[in-house]
């Protein structure tokens, strides 16, 4: 299962949308809505953020929003804040009850 | 509260095996499968597989294949994970997640376990 594709590193000022786009096939992202996104802090384990695409969990900032098209999803993140500044990794449901991972984008806050 | 502790940092020599251990706590165990990811220094996330702690199945990531097991202890609430056939490759941060596998998200990860692969 090769890993979904994401950009290595975006950036945006303060108040700015920046989106990351995370690629797959269809056998994964494009096949299924179970595309979750999950935010890290150096050090830190990762948290959720984005699951079944769009959905965001209990306490997530409305700033953090999820879409698909095609075998791409992407997440959004509006009115960027300097606290956004971290790594940010995708993955989807594949083929045969497995999962797979995206490389990761380091977003910085300019 | 829900939460999933891993056991200690763990330093191993080449060719030997390691076992992480997640114990779950505020939920019931069996209510959710257990996800074992893992992270190699400066790298991305990598999953290992699954266990789903009511039946015992598991499912792995092909790459780990024959060299992974996932077992969990009910009594307990512990899930395990055990590596094989250790390399330096294998020295990374290793993660459980917790999982109704209806969404194949995590909701609650552990904090990590640290596995040190070195002669």
């Known amino acids: 299962q090769s890993a979904l594709t994401q950009p290595a590193s975006v950036s945006g000022s303060p108040g700015q949308s920046i989106t990351i786009s995370c690629t797959g096939t269809r056998s994964d992202v494009g096949g299924y809505n179970l595309v979750s996104w999950y935010q890290q802090y150096p050090g830190n384990a990762p948290k959720l953020i984005i699951y079944?695409?769009?959905k965001r969990p209990s306490g997530v900032s409305y700033r953090f929003s999820g879409s698909k098209s095609g075998n791409t999803a992407s997440l959004t993140i509006s009115g960027l804040q300097a606290d956004d500044e971290a790594h940010y990794y995708c993955?989807?449901?594949?083929?045969?009850?497995?999962?797979?991972f995206g490389g990761g984008t380091t977003l910085t806050v300019l | 509260q829900v939460q999933l502790a891993q056991s200690g940092a763990e330093m191993k020599k080449p060719g030997a095996s390691v076992k992480v251990a997640c114990k779950a706590s505020g939920y019931t165990f069996t209510g959710y499968y257990i996800h074992w990811v893992r992270q190699a220094p400066g790298q991305g996330l990598e999953w290992m597989g699954w266990?789903?702690?009511?039946?015992?199945?598991?499912k792995y990531a092909q790459k780990f294949q024959g060299r992974v097991t996932m077992t969990r202890d009910t009594s307990i609430n512990t899930a395990y994970v055990e590596l094989g056939r250790l390399s330096s490759d294998d020295t990374a941060v290793y993660y459980c997640?917790?999982?109704?596998?209806?969404?194949?998200?995590?909701?609650?990860w552990g904090k990590g376990t640290t596995v040190t692969v070195s002669s």
């Open positions: 993955s989807s449901y594949a083929d045969i009850s497995s999962l797979v």
């Open positions: 079944e695409v769009t």
């Open positions: 266990i789903n702690p009511k039946s015992g199945v598991t």
């Open positions: 997640g917790r999982d109704t596998l209806e969404g194949y998200y995590m909701d609650v």
